[in-house]
């Protein structure tokens, strides 16, 4: 897949043990390592699709530490090498990797395991409770050319 431009994704690697396991998600040292701002997690439930938003100033590290999602990206920056240009990728227990969303980028998912799926994002910059650096758009536009129902076949 061609990456749409400043997108990065990050195989996580998992070190199991009699204990447990052990998963690094971001280090300062990482070459794709922008900042910090904060850490949170949310949830998602099976079928709901959260999306899409972008932020002006703010890069995303996401990661789906539990279940499944399909998380999408489309690239509507003015000027860019990548514009019009959607990636999809399906991250969680499966496929445990990083995806840096760049500001600027519209990104959205969907819960795609049967159970819930919970996601941590590692933002460069702290949320403005007063002056968010969010932009919301119905998940379902047809300003963005994606299709977020199940692919059978």
Not at 7 to 28: A, T, Y
Not at 53 to 67: A, F, L, P
């Amino acid at each position: 897949m061609d990456l749409i431009d400043g997108v990065h994704v990050k195989e996580l690697k998992v070190i199991p043990d009699e204990r447990g396991f052990l998963q690094e998600i971001l280090r300062n040292d990482d070459p794709i390592f922008k900042g910090f701002g904060q850490v949170y997690m949310t949830t998602t439930y099976p079928g709901v699709v959260k999306g899409w938003h972008y932020h002006d100033e703010q890069t995303d590290n996401v990661v789906c530490i539990k279940g499944m999602i399909k998380l999408v990206l489309f690239d509507n920056r003015t000027g860019s090498k990548t514009r019009g240009q959607i990636n999809q990728f399906f991250i969680g227990e499966q496929s445990p990797r990083l995806v840096q969303v760049p500001k600027g980028i519209h990104h959205g998912w969907k819960g795609v395991s049967t159970d819930t799926a919970y996601i941590v994002n590692i933002t460069d910059k702290v949320y403005d409770y007063k002056k968010p650096d969010e932009h919301r758009m119905d998940p379902h536009t047809k300003d963005i050319p994606y299709d977020w129902s199940r692919k059978d076949g």
